[in-house]
């Protein structure tokens, strides 16, 4: 248990190249995860799109995932949430990964509900600041989002500090398919100082994170 406890107290430092159901390795390639190493490596002329929305809600309060790849006639959708980490109600000895998983539901969307997800990312990303050489701190409320579409990639950010996250048009679109337990935690105001606290920095092309602390 001592292992499993230092190995979750690192924040990421190597390449995501698996799933995030597997609570170290999420905690291991957390940077890589939300710069969407893996989407970027994929990204194309010719390949499907896929969009990764980050939102960290204070990462020791929740954090959630949506994943969107196109498939054959729609595009498949994973929703992944937690609320506090390190939950000991969830530890047993048949699981004890538990206290650490995310809650996790898949469904198929049409092609009009995905591009409808789309087209709210574009209307909001059209009315934010860009997302080159913003950083972003974990105990704050922020999305990032790592997207390869038509061949190219990019990432997106929504800061507290920087958006008025209501009424950001995407979220209820997310939501709207979000078939999880975990209740969804809305952005509120950070106050005082947090332990534990780290950043991601995107880089000047928006096409990556250049360092995490």
């Given at each position: 248990m001592l292992v499993l406890l230092v190995a979750l107290g690192v924040t990421g430092c190597t390449t995501y190249t698996g799933s995030q159901d597997n609570p170290v390795e999420r905690s291991l390639t957390w940077f890589s995860y939300v710069a969407g190493d893996d989407i970027k490596a994929a990204c194309m002329p010719g390949s499907r799109d896929h969009f990764r929305f980050v939102y960290n809600a204070n990462y020791e309060q929740q954090i959630r995932t949506y994943e969107l790849t196109g498939v054959d006639g729609g595009a498949d959708f994973v929703t992944r949430a937690r609320n506090e980490a390190g939950n000991v109600a969830r530890l047993s000895f048949s699981n004890p990964f538990g206290p650490w998983e995310l809650d996790r539901s898949q469904t198929l969307l049409s092609n009009g509900q995905a591009a409808?997800?789309?087209?709210?990312?574009?209307?909001?990303?059209?009315?934010?600041?860009?997302?080159?050489?913003?950083?972003?701190?974990?105990?704050?409320?922020?999305?990032?989002?790592?997207?390869?579409?038509?061949?190219?990639?990019?990432?997106?950010?929504?800061?507290?500090?920087?958006?008025?996250?209501?009424?950001?048009?995407?979220?209820?679109?997310?939501?709207?398919?979000?078939?999880?337990?975990?209740?969804?935690?809305?952005?509120?105001?950070?106050?005082?100082?947090?332990?534990?606290?780290?950043?991601?920095?995107?880089n000047s092309e928006a096409d990556g994170i250049v360092g995490g602390l």
């Open positions: 409808g997800i789309i087209a709210a990312l574009d209307r909001d990303a059209s009315a934010a600041p860009p997302a080159a050489n913003q950083q972003l701190g974990s105990n704050t409320h922020y999305w990032v989002v790592a997207g390869c579409s038509a061949g190219k990639f990019r990432l997106w950010a929504f800061d507290q500090g920087r958006v008025d996250m209501s009424g950001l048009a995407f979220i209820p679109a997310l939501r709207a398919h979000d078939q999880t337990e975990v209740v969804f935690r809305t952005a509120k105001p950070v106050e005082g100082f947090a332990d534990n606290v780290f950043y991601i920095k995107i």
